[in-house]
Nanobody, 126 residues
Framework: QVQLLESGGDVVQPGGSLRLTCVIS????????MAWFRQGPGKEREFVAG????????SYADSVNGRFTFSRDNAKNTMYLQMNSLKPEDTALYSC???????????????????WGQGTQVTVSS
């Protein structure tokens, strides 16, 4: 059974940093596309950042580009999201996802992913 477990969410002041971690168990996904999505209060789920297949192209939402960094460690079956210069509008439930049959053009589409974690809450507030 495939499971994705996120950690690292917290309450942080504006301008602060957090590092989210997603550990994948129950399968090997070295060739899969991995990504982070988020859903803020009263908002639709949106793509945040991801990496296409095995250390391929990395993509970011415009709203986080230059502040967030996606990385993955296939040896540990783990993906990360380093978040710097956090803003109140970054407040959301952050979820990681994995997909094995994603094409590049659908990388930002949540329905393209096969497996999801439960999410970790990030709150940015003074």
């Amino acid at each position: 059974q495939v499971q994705l477990l996120e950690s690292g969410g917290d309450v942080v002041q504006p301008g602060g940093s957090l590092r989210l971690t997603c550990v994948i168990s129950g399968g090997t996904f070295t060739q899969s596309t991995m990504a982070w999505f988020r859903q803020g209060p009263g908002k639709e789920r949106e793509f945040v950042a991801g990496m296409f297949r095995n250390y391929g192209r990395t993509s970011y939402a415009d709203s986080v580009n230059g502040r967030f960094t996606f990385s993955r460690d296939n040896a540990k079956n783990t993906m990360y999201l380093q978040m710097n210069s956090l803003k109140p509008e970054d407040t959301a439930l952050y979820s990681c996802a994995v997909g094995s049959r994603i094409i590049l053009s659908s990388m930002r589409t949540h329905s393209a992913y096969d497996y999801w974690g439960q999410g970790t809450q990030v709150t940015v507030s003074s």
